[in-house]
């Protein structure tokens, strides 16, 4: 479980694979190639390792469940 608190930046670009389900608020995921995704409870996400390097925020805050 991670909680990310309203206003949070990811300060790096992460390449590392992860399987994410987000509960409650409301996730914003950038790729490094410009794509934008907005997560909301109920949606969920999964990227392979050195597939797809992302970074995250969210201006609301964001309970998610996360499998590295």
Known sequence: MVEYTPGYLADHWCVKGHILLCLEGELHTELEDGRTFVLKPGMS?????????????TAVGAKLFVVD
């Open 45 to 57: 996400y999964q990227v392979a390792d050195n597939a797809e390097a992302h970074r995250s925020s």
